[in-house]
């Protein structure tokens, strides 16, 4: 899996899950529970990973509904 978004922000958290949930793309949420740790205060950040094979196609439909500036480089590092 590679990593798509990296964000605190539970909105766009929220927001980039429906859209690859709409669009049949798999995707795993990692660190949802760090927030145990850390008190609810939304220091660690989520990460939205998806597999290698629909990488790609998740960055695509993210930029088009403009979330493009929340995508981790090229989702490759």
Known sequence: MREL???NDA??????EALLKSAN???????????????SIGIFPRRI???EDELEKARRLLAEAGF?????GDGRD
């Open 5 to 7: 978004v990296r964000t």
């Open 49 to 51: 990973l998806v597999d």
């Open 68 to 72: 493009g500036s929340e995508l981790r």
């Open 25 to 39: 793309i798999a995707h795993l949420v990692a660190d949802r529970n760090m927030s145990v740790l850390e008190g």
């Open 11 to 16: 909105v766009v958290l929220s927001a980039i």
